[in-house]
């Protein structure tokens, strides 16, 4: 097995065919990774979540690293990183055709509210839902790939 560095072509297809990623952030010094389903579009990252400890921490730090795979076996894998900045999209008028542009991405694929709609202890009834919709502005994505065989 030999480890290549991915082109920038390679980076964006991947990250644009992938679905499920695991996002990175920290709070003093304390690091969080959780997974979320995305959808990709002009070196935007665009997620959904409810409010909680990742919302929370972005809102404090927003510099954040994404990272997504695809693993065909242990010798054949392709991964990328990306280093960029939280922008939450909130429900008002400045941020309204953002919004409608991330959910529009985001429902064309089967349960793109998981998992950032689901929480793993029982919700209070409320009147409207707290969920929110943001995005990640990517300022660097870099990638690897391992491929069987060696480099020769």
Known sequence: MFVREMTEG????????????????????????????????????????????KIEWMRANPHVCVQVDEISTRQQWRSVVMHGRY???????????????????????????EPGGLKPAPQAIAGTSPHLFYCVYVDEMTGRAAVAGDAS
Not at 94 to 108: D, G, N, P, Q
């Open 10 to 53: 390679e980076c964006i297809a991947l990250v644009s065919a992938g679905r499920l990623a695991r996002l990175a952030c920290s709070k003093d010094n304390q690091p969080y990774v959780v997974p979320i389903y995305y959808a990709y579009a002009g070196k935007c990252l665009y997620a959904f979540s409810m409010p909680g400890r």
């Open 87 to 113: 922008q939450e999209l909130p429900d008002t008028a400045r941020w309204h055709r953002e919004c409608l542009h991330a959910w529009s991405l985001l429902e064309k694929h089967v349960n793109w509210w």
